[in-house]
């Protein structure tokens, strides 16, 4: 059972009900995951969903990449519904299953490019560490550039975010849905 009451859109407020006509104006197809949160205070539902946009749609690195990044974050903080979500996105965008696999285990994947490894390194360090080494920083400098790297570390600080929304929250996939991350 999730905390929050799933809000039914007849019953918004007309700020909650402008937040939902701006969220499916954009690229998003649907309401879920952490959206019902953002209805409780819908100023800041706005901000959130327009950085969150902002990261999974408009950043320069490519969809694999940034999908690569939010699974890494779903795995280490076990939200089921982020990698339910991002997962099939990250395989359709072309990232290797096996990657996927051996996140998904808690396993370090077999890397043939460049730029996912540093990818994962950075997602992964900073969820286990909180923080960078300058090896690492020095490396993902080297292969990604100031402005990329500065939009990774966006990219996990909001799906960071997000996981302890709907973790906090116990926000639970739809009745009907397979899970698709081992405990």
């Known amino acids: 059972m999730t905390r929050l009451e799933e809000l039914e859109y007849e019953k918004m407020d007309p700020a909650q009900k402008a937040l939902h006509d701006e969220i499916l104006s954009g690229p998003r197809s649907r309401i879920g995951g952490p959206m019902n949160g953002w209805f409780r205070n819908p100023e800041l539902g706005s901000l959130l969903q327009k950085v969150g946009a902002y990261c999974r749609y408009h950043t320069s690195l490519e969809s694999k990449l940034s999908e690569l990044a939010i699974i890494v974050v779903a795995r280490a903080w076990n939200q089921t519904i982020e990698w339910h979500a991002h997962q099939p996105l990250a395989l359709k965008a072309g990232l290797n299953p096996e990657i996927a696999n051996s996140i998904e285990n808690r396993k370090l994947p077999n890397f043939d490019d460049e730029r996912e490894e540093v990818v994962y390194q950075v997602a992964h360090e900073i969820t286990e560490t909180r923080g ?52």
């Open 132 to 183: 960078l080494s300058e090896t690492t920083y020095d490396h993902a400098l080297n292969i990604l550039g100031e402005k990329t790297l500065f939009e990774l570390t966006a990219i996990i600080g909001y799906y960071t975010s997000i996981a302890i929304q709907m973790n906090c929250f116990d926000v639970k996939i739809k009745e009907g849905d397979e899970p698709h991350l081992k405990e």
